[in-house]
Each structure stands twice: as structure tokens, then as C-alpha cells.
């Protein structure tokens, strides 16, 4: 895994669900109830999450799903989920997360990521955009709560 002097990225343990539950409770809260299923997609097998830590305490994830076919795509996987604890944004974790998921995701044999973010979450967006992910689509009323969702794709 990459190296940053102040994060130490590792492949996530089963006991990290339950950091994994609280931190999608906050983080994902604006669009549903994300604190019971993003942790089964953790521990359902089919699906590979990196943890950003600082000396040993979590403080964010990055969670893809094993290879598929998303949107008729060989060799496609969606990242799944992607969030940071609030006192660590602004920092480059997420970034940092990203970069590492598709690096991980690269050795799997993925060649395209997907992903949904909220049109609203402009953060995210800028994030992902940033980083090379372009709109593939936008879905009306994806979330729980209502919001729409972009589809965005990227050729690693």
C-alpha cells in the first residue's frame, strides 16, 4: 500500500465493521439509512474495503465490490462507499483513500470503477471529478431520502 507520513492504509479486519457502522451512520446520513447495509457489504464477502488509520485509530474507509459486469462493463467494480471521519476532511485522506482502492481494484484486474454520488454532494463530486471520474449517468430519486444520484465511470 502507498505510504503517507501521517496515515497508515491497511486492508480491513472483521472488527473494523463496527467503525465502518458508526462512520456511515454520520457521513451517509443526509441521504438514507446507510449504518446496517454498507457493514454487510463489508462482511458479505464481495466486496474489498481499505482503512485509513493514524497511529492505529480508524479514520476512514474506502470500500469497492469484487470484479463484475457493472453497466455492461468487463472487468468492472463499483466503489461501494467512501467516507472520513469529519475532524480528517480537508486533509487529503479521501484522496488518499482513492487513490488506494484504485490501486487495489487495478491488481484485482478491474479496468473501470463506477460509482454513485449525490448531485447535491459537491464535495464528493469535486473529489471525484478531480481524480479523473466523468458523469456516466444521472438516476432520479436514487436514495432513500429522495436525491438524485450521478453515475460517474472511470478507466483505471
Not at 480508524?58 to 468487463?74: C, E, H, T, V, W
Not at 488506494?100 to 454532494?121: P, R
Request: hydrophobic content about 40%.
Amino acid at each position: 500500500m502507498d505510504k503517507n507520513p501521517e496515515i497508515e492504509l491497511r486492508f480491513s479486519r472483521a472488527a473494523d465493521s463496527v467503525f465502518i457502522r458508526e462512520l456511515s451512520i454520520v457521513a451517509f446520513r443526509p441521504y438514507g439509512d446507510y449504518g446496517e447495509v454498507v457493514p454487510e457489504w463489508h462482511i458479505s464477502g464481495n466486496s474489498i474495503t481499505v482503512i485509513a488509520c493514524f497511529e492505529g485509530v480508524p479514520l476512514g474507509f474506502a470500500m469497492i465490490s469484487k470484479p463484475s459486469n457493472r453497466y455492461d462493463q468487463d472487468n468492472s467494480s463499483e466503489l461501494l462507499a467512501i467516507a472520513v471521519e469529519a475532524l480528517w476532511q480537508g486533509r487529503g485522506v479521501g484522496k488518499f483513500l482513492l487513490k488506494e482502492i484504485e490501486n487495489v481494484a487495478l491488481k484485482a484486474g478491474i479496468m473501470t470503477l463506477f460509482l454513485h454520488t449525490s448531485i447535491d454532494n459537491r464535495n464528493a463530486r469535486k473529489l471525484f471529478s478531480d481524480s479523473g471520474y466523468r458523469v456516466w449517468q444521472v438516476k432520479k430519486g436514487f436514495y432513500p431520502l429522495g436525491q438524485d444520484a450521478c453515475v460517474m465511470a472511470k478507466k483505471l
